[in-house]
T-cell receptor, first 115, second 116 residues
Framework: AQSVAQPEDQVNVAEGNPLTVKCTYSVSGNPYLFWYVQYPNRGLQFLLKYITGDNLVKGSYGFEAEFNKSQTSFHLKKPSALVSDSALYFCAVREGLGGYQKVTFGIGTKLQVIP | DSGVTQTPKHLITATGQRVTLRCSPRSGDLSVYWYQQSLDQGLQFLIQYYNGEERAKGNILERFSAQQFPDLHSELNLSSLELGDSALYFC???????????????FGPGTRLTVT
């Protein structure tokens, strides 16, 4: 069964500093990996995805994520955090091949950017 | 704006009652997903429809049911409501079919259900 883990409930970072939100996954085949962001009282918004190819994926709002197959990780990064980046971030995984592919979401990591 | 619409935005009802949540997917999307989000359970996948047919079930209770209509809008029916059903219910849609895992999902703003 596929699974995804976000080991940190909350990440605090000062404005202007780089940020990392961690995600590890487990699938039996090749993974499709996604990051979503949820602002208060809003639905989830798609940020970026890894399907195949370059391990460094660039997405919306200056975010990027690095796929690391050996460590089964897909950490979300941004070089310089903004206060407006404060939100709840979800990692999601989908197995890439065969039949129906359910998507599994992590429990979410709250990012707090401190002015 | 994701292009996915959900109504109503808020719903307050009593235990034992039945409610219907409505979702219209993005134009052209054939897949619709329903999720429940609560503080203690996180984001839970309930059910998926593709072009009118049920394709996958997640942690959906027997008291809950859904359908997707020919115009592709979907409804989630919740019956015999309990206090624990209070949550945010999200609908999402995607371009790909149930075997096209590469497509991201676009989420609606959600319906906040409060059961008193």
């Amino acid at each position: 069964a596929q699974s995804v883990a976000q080991p940190e409930d909350q990440v605090n970072v000062a404005e202007g500093n780089p940020l990392t939100v961690k995600c590890t996954y487990s699938v039996s085949g090749n993974p499709y990996l996604f990051w979503y962001v949820q602002y208060p009282n809003r639905g989830l918004q798609f940020l970026l995805k890894y399907i195949t190819g370059d391990n460094l994926v660039k997405g919306s709002y200056g975010f990027e994520a690095e796929f690391n197959k050996s460590q089964t990780s897909f950490h979300l990064k941004k070089p310089s955090a903004l206060v407006s980046d404060s939100a709840l971030y979800f990692c999601a995984v989908r197995e890439g091949l065969g039949g129906y592919q359910k998507v599994t979401f992590g429990i979410g990591t709250k990012l707090q950017v401190i002015p | 704006d994701s292009g996915v619409t959900q109504t109503p935005k808020h719903l307050i009802t009593a235990t034992g009652q039945r409610v219907t949540l409505r979702c219209s997917p993005r134009s052209g999307d054939l897949s619709v997903y329903w999720y429940q989000q609560s503080l203690d359970q996180g984001l839970q996948f309930l059910i998926q429809y593709y072009n009118g047919e049920e394709r996958a079930k997640g942690n959906i209770l027997e008291r809950f049911s859904a359908q997707q209509f020919p115009d592709l809008h979907s409804e989630l029916n919740l019956s015999s409501l309990e206090l624990g059903d209070s949550a945010l219910y999200f609908c999402a849609s995607s371009t790909g079919g149930p075997t096209s895992g590469a497509y991201e999902q676009y989420f609606g703003p959600g319906t906040r259900l409060t059961v008193t």
